[in-house]
């Protein structure tokens, strides 16, 4: 089972539990020496701005996925360090991506150097709501992988936050790709712990071997590769990137939306449980996919009537600083998250990025 790592940073003594869980992050990640240490200065820094510069917040640490699929390749394993905070924001983000700018009501030091470390880096920021930053490193470069095609514009990310605390998450969110199909699911395992992480990974193992099918042909395979276990809420959404087309199936409660140029549209998911209680009929769902479009997948951890903003529709902004951005205004120490809570979000590449 993954870890993660959720890490409150309100003093000094914080700071360096950060550092040792990017290096513990990267271990698992199968990264080399230096860039074990790279993961472990971008975390130490983003740490240390949230206490110099936002009165504190919390890093979340994870193994996950590329954040595109390039060729097919979904084998490789990157670190990600999210920073989140409710502090002052930044009034003059591209000026803060310099080296050495700071000031004292924004966050700023050291920003400059983690994006020019990271193999992906991005940042949300608005004065007085607060900053998101989102940085993943992985392996040296492997290089192209071959010619592009129509899945190459399509990326997703997310989050994931254990409940009190905890080393392990029940929740758990992949996504993969065969051919023009790019899949993405997030799975809920019963309750939380380590018998519920143990449904979701489960879930997340048995989509590797459902990349071809359609999303209800795969709810029926993770039905299958769950038995035994708690089970999960389990949705499924694939993008067919060739014919423009978007599939959603799901079982238990996992909210889904796709925002469509601006409105958004509830995806629905049918009771029952994956892998103990499934639904003799999986209904799919369908829609257009344009390059307007994001889909949002979230666990109930996630306050049921949460209201997306504008910038969660936004296809600029990298899907893992949206998915934090959605879990942090959702939730605030008046209204602590009361389960598990993973965030994914799918989007398209900009079309200014190659």
């Given amino acids: 089972m993954p870890r993660v790592w959720d890490v409150p940073v ?16 990267a271990a698992l990640a199968g990264l080399d020496e230096g860039r074990t240490a790279t993961a472990a200065l ?18 979340l640490i994870d193994v996950v996925a590329p954040p595109v699929l390039a ?5 490789a394993r990157l670190v990600q360090v999210t920073a989140v905070d409710h502090g002052p924001g930044i009034a003059d983000v591209p000026a803060a991506l310099g080296d050495g700018f700071t000031t004292a009501r924004s966050l700023g030091a050291g920003l400059g150097t983690c994006a020019r470390l990271s193999d992906h880096f991005d940042l949300h920021s608005a004065p007085g709501r607060g900053t998101v930053v989102a940085a993943r490193i992985g392996a040296v470069p492997e290089g192209p ?23 392990y998450s029940g929740d758990a969110w992949a996504w993969v790709r065969a051919g023009d199909l790019v899949t993405l699911m997030l799975a809920d395992g019963l309750g939380h712990g380590p018998e519920a ?7 997340v193992e048995a989509l590797r071997d459902a990349a071809h099918v359609t999303p209800a042909d795969a709810l029926r395979r993770l ?11 389990v949705a499924v959404a694939q993008v067919d990137t060739r014919a423009g087309v978007l599939r959603f199936a799901g079982v238990g409660n996992i909210g889904a939306r796709l925002c469509e140029g601006g409105t958004w549209r509830h995806l ?39 209201t997306p903003t504008p910038e969660t529709c936004s296809t600029t902004t990298d899907p893992a600083v949206t998915a934090a951005v959605t ?28």
Avoid: M, Y
Wanted: without cysteine; charged residues 25%; positive net charge.
């Fill in 71 to 75: 060729g097919g390749r979904d084998g």
């Fill in 145 to 167: 992988a071959g010619e592009p095609g129509p899945a190459d514009r399509v990326r997703a990310g997310g989050v994931n936050l254990p409940f009190g605390g905890g080393q």
């Fill in 268 to 306: 629905v998911s049918r009771p029952g449980i994956i892998g103990t209680h499934r639904p003799t009929t999986l209904r799919e769902e369908t829609a257009d996919w344009a390059d307007d479009r994001v889909l949002v997948l979230h666990s109930d951890g996630l306050p049921s009537r949460w």
């Fill in 42 to 59: 971008v975390a130490t820094e983003l740490a240390t701005n949230l206490l110099k510069h936002a009165g504190g917040g919390r890093v």
């Fill in 327 to 354: 879990l942090r205004d959702a939730s605030s120490p008046a209204r602590p998250v009361r389960d598990d809570t993973a965030v994914a979000v799918l989007a398209p590449v900009p079309a200014d990025r190659p």
């Fill in 197 to 203: 992480a143990r449904a979701s990974t489960t879930a």
């Fill in 223 to 233: 039905d299958r590769a769950l038995t035994g276990t708690r089970g999960a809420a």
């Fill in 10 to 25: 309100h003093d000094s003594t914080r700071v360096r539990d950060v550092r040792v869980a990017a290096e513990q992050a």
